[in-house]
């Protein structure tokens, strides 16, 4: 991501000062880039050479992928545990789908709906969430996992929810007469969202605010003494985070045409915190890997032996934990580490 | 300093400060002045009441009664992350940074005082942002060259020396741009040399940035060496206060910390 600060309006006096701007702007080098072309080309090349059910599959790796930045968010960078970002995901997913069945809204313009829903409702429960701290904050965004799904099934809602049987939606074309088909376009769709989110969540963490989060997360007093107002930051934290898994769930309403309480029950928190976990907590790539694991990891195993899927996901899991104990980012920092003690 | 203190009021005023905690009144009434540009040392057996003056004037506790002002305003109405806007900044007893942070990130949290920004514009990077960023930047810059830290600036402050972490504390509290520095036993667990840097260091602070200082510590040779004026607290209470050879003196004092009668 090309991060490079402007220097135009302040220009540096000294030499040492320039020296010292020269270093910290922070351009990519050439081998970053070529990677970031290389990754970039081939998954915009790749709707076109595999299935459509591949498609659809790698199109909700994405979506998880986004749900995963955004507990990052709050658990990877500003240190706060929630077991309960399913009910952002379903509060996301839900109003994408009554603003498009019943009022007709166009999709595009559900994400900043769902966003905007979803920044209040994480903000104002990260707000009675400031005086809970590990396992006590774990337990109340497990509760919320709970209620959520339970909510939407509530009588007095129906109008818009339809209870149990949930709303079914259609599958957008794609726009322009672009010649895709509605697969690959929602899958192009869902790649530039994803693209979007993380250079959002990349330019966060690198500036002030984002390292507020961290300093938090690190030590709480000293942020406080530094002038981190905490209390406001963590709940912002809550609701930046509550915001991007919100957009994944609206993606996720919108890839699969359907929504119904009994889809974000509690094991899809569980889903998405073991996703941060595999692919590393606190590294924002690790979110792909992340999503690749929810998405994959439960077919595989279910492919293995149908009887046993859930002891082989475990199994599955268990090795990942032992062999990567800080997940994929954890792994690659590992092996970096070796090659330049033994080539250098 | 007398001299250049005397025609101005005080910078920081703490004012009959009382804490009360359960039955145990650990600061029973404390009153004095710091002038600007003066090196305080305020000394005391354990457990005389030291880190519970310092965490009230970082607002971390609220005295039960008496008032402590500063820049002629009191503080007691201001929460604990305005004490860096107000321009007090501090050191922590144990190092208290942010592990898992670089040196220079650290440093920049420091700066987070004299900055503004939210969430969304950062996220976005538009071009306040940036400069911003790059002000920052410089910021923290000319602090890693003043303290030293250049070889280690984007390491992670986890591995390093206590000493060079404690340097990095001073750093990260500097870019608050502190009119006043609250240091909490800054020599603890430095050895001989890295002390008598130390002691030079808090000097070449004050005369080179105009920052007063507070300074807490159990170093007798530093404090000693470095201090304009001493206060001395005992069970709470302030026992002596003056220039470090009259404190050194006082029967009080050497009461207090040799044990044995006062009177």
Not at chain 1, 3 to 31: C, D, F, G, H, Y
Not at chain 1, 209 to 218: C, T
Not at chain 1, 293 to 307: H, M, Q, T
Not at chain 2, 87 to 103: E, K
């Amino acid at each position: 991501m090309t991060i490079e600060t402007s220097i135009a309006e302040q220009p540096p006096t000294t030499t040492t000062q320039r020296a010292a701007v020269a270093q910290l702007q922070r351009r990519p080098n050439a081998r970053q880039l070529a990677i970031a072309v290389v990754c970039l080309g081939s998954t915009i090349a790749a709707p076109f050479l595999v299935s459509n059910f591949l498609i659809f599959q790698m199109t909700m790796v994405l979506v998880y992928t986004i749900a995963i930045l955004g507990l990052n968010i709050l658990t990877g960078i500003n240190g706060q545990l929630s077991l309960g970002h399913g009910a952002f995901y379903a509060a996301g997913a839900y109003t994408a789908a009554i603003l498009m069945d019943r009022w007709g809204i166009g999709y595009f313009w559900t994400l900043p709906a769902a966003a905007l829903v979803c920044f209040v409702v994480g903000f104002l429960f990260g707000l009675p969430a400031l005086r809970l701290e590990g396992v006590y904050l774990a337990l109340a965004t497990f509760a919320l996992a709970v209620v959520t799904p339970q909510l939407f099934k509530l009588s007095p809602f129906e109008n818009w929810t339809a209870g149990v049987t949930g709303i079914t939606l259609a599958k957008p074309d794609a726009p322009f007469g672009l010649p895709l088909d509605q697969d690959q376009w929602l899958y192009l769709f869902t790649l530039a969202m994803t693209i979007a989110a993380y250079v959002c969540a990349h330019n966060l963490i690198a500036r002030r605010g984002g390292r507020a989060l961290m300093a938090i997360r690190d030590n709480p007093i000293a942020a406080q003494s530094m002038g981190v107002n905490t209390a406001l930051y963590k709940s912002l934290a809550f609701g930046i985070s509550a915001l991007y898994t919100g957009v994944a769930g609206a993606l996720g309403a919108i890839v699969l045409q359907f929504v119904a309480p009994d889809s974000f029950t509690f094991s899809l928190s569980i889903a998405l915190l073991v996703g941060l976990v595999v692919g590393g907590v606190g590294w924002l790539p690790g979110a792909l890997f992340g999503g690749a694991f929810v998405l994959f990891v439960p077919n595989l195993a279910e492919s293995v032996s149908k009887g046993l899927s859930g002891a082989v996901y475990g199994l599955v899991l268990i090795t990942l934990m032992y062999v990567m104990p800080s997940g994929v980012g954890g792994l690659l920092r590992a092996t970096r580490a070796f090659a330049s003690k033994r080539y250098d | 300093m007398s001299a250049r203190a005397a025609d101005t009021e005080p910078q920081l005023s703490v004012r009959d400060v009382a804490v009360r905690f359960g039955g145990i009144l650990a600061l029973d009434g404390v009153r004095f002045d710091l002038h600007r540009g003066q090196i305080l040392g305020l000394i005391g057996p354990n457990g005389a009441g030291k880190t519970t003056l310092f965490n009230c004037l970082s607002r971390l506790y609220t005295p039960a009664s008496g008032d402590i002002v500063y820049e002629g305003g009191s503080i007691l109405s201001s929460p604990s992350h305005r004490m860096p806007v107000i321009g007090i900044g501090r050191t922590f007893q144990n190092v208290s940074l942010f592990r898992r942070l670089s040196v220079r990130d650290n440093i920049r949290v420091g700066a987070h005082s004299t900055s503004a920004s939210d969430l969304f514009s950062e996220s976005l990077a538009l071009p306040w942002v940036r400069r911003q960023e790059t002000r920052i930047d410089l910021v923290v810059a000319e602090l890693i060259d003043y303290l030293d830290l250049a070889d280690v600036a984007d390491v992670p402050v986890n591995g390093l020396p206590f000493g060079t972490q404690k340097r990095v504390e001073l750093a990260r509290a500097l870019a608050i741009k502190p009119g006043l520095l609250l240091l909490d036993e800054p020599a603890g667990g430095l050895n001989h040399e890295e002390v008598v840097e130390l002691g030079r260091l808090i000097r070449q602070i004050r005369d080179e940035r105009g920052v007063t200082v507070l300074l807490v510590e159990h170093h007798m040779g530093l404090v000693m060496s470095v201090s304009d004026k001493i206060v001395v607290l005992n069970f709470g209470r302030k026992i002596a206060e003056g220039a470090p050879p009259e404190v050194q003196s006082n029967p009080d004092v050497v009461a207090a910390y040799l044990g044995g009668s006062t009177r």
